[in-house]
Nanobody, 120 residues
Framework: QVQLVESGGGLVQAGGSLRLSCAAS????????MGWFRQAPGKEREFVAH????????YYADSVLGRFTISRDNAKNTMYLQMNSLKPEDTAVYYC?????????????WGQGTQVTVSS
């Protein structure tokens, strides 16, 4: 088991920046791929970004490519999402997730979410 807790959400004007954090506890953090997902009101949860266990590879949704940066600090058991040039359509609850790629491609562990609201 791994427990995930997001923080850093809030209200920001369009064009602004926020940095989300995801603190992990439980099992060894560096055995997990980590990801960010988001869910806007009335919409399905969608993929935002993914970082591999070592941090050597990152992947992004087209909608955030060039504006968001995912990173991790395995020594601190923490993952980050730096969000720049925010747009109103980025408004959503943001969730961090973890998966153990040795055993499954499914995102098995989820945080409780943090709200990001971008005003126009």
């Amino acid at each position: 088991q791994v427990q995930l807790v997001e923080s850093g959400g809030g209200l920001v004007q369009a064009g602004g920046s926020l940095r989300l954090s995801c603190a992990a506890s439980g099992r060894t953090f560096n055995r997990f791929d980590m990801g960010w997902f988001r869910q806007a009101p009335g919409k399905e949860r969608e993929f935002v970004a993914h970082i591999t266990r070592s941090g050597g590879s990152t992947y992004y949704a087209d909608s955030v490519l060039g504006r968001f940066t995912i990173s991790r600090d395995n020594a601190k058991n923490t993952m980050y999402l730096q969000m720049n040039s925010l747009k109103p359509e980025d408004t959503a609850v943001y969730y961090c997730a973890a998966r153990d790629p040795i055993y499954s491609s499914r995102w098995s562990y989820w945080g409780q979410g943090t709200q990001v609201t971008v005003s126009s």
